[in-house]
């Protein structure tokens, strides 16, 4: 199983509403993407802003690149992610694991 990690921020007056597009962007998409294991959302204060972690989890790379193309390195962006001042990190990670399991 592949973990694709994700973090952005933005700032704390848009936290609500950009909890509702990352739902109906990268959280819908993903997982309504073949291959795809499930996602899960973190958020986190701090000063100012609010930050998002974004954990999609995939049954291999062949998935990812279904969800991501062949730079699936980069991020996946939305074009109303700009309304929300989002601070994207460029780049996303994947991590290879033998096991989930919950906290």
Not at 63 to 75: L, M, P, R, S
């Amino acid at each position: 199983m592949i973990v694709r990690t994700w973090h952005g921020c933005v700032p704390l007056k848009h936290a609500d509403g950009f909890a509702r597009h990352l739902q109906k962007t990268g959280v819908d998409h993903s997982t309504a993407t073949p291959g795809n294991q499930g996602a899960f959302v973190r958020r986190e204060t701090q000063g100012e802003w609010e930050h998002f972690f974004l954990a999609t989890y995939w049954e291999d790379l062949n998935a990812v690149k279904a969800f991501a193309g062949e730079e699936y390195q980069i991020a996946v962006t939305y074009p109303d992610d700009e309304q929300f001042e989002l601070l994207s990190d460029p780049y996303v990670f994947q991590h290879t694991v033998h096991s989930v399991s919950a906290l």
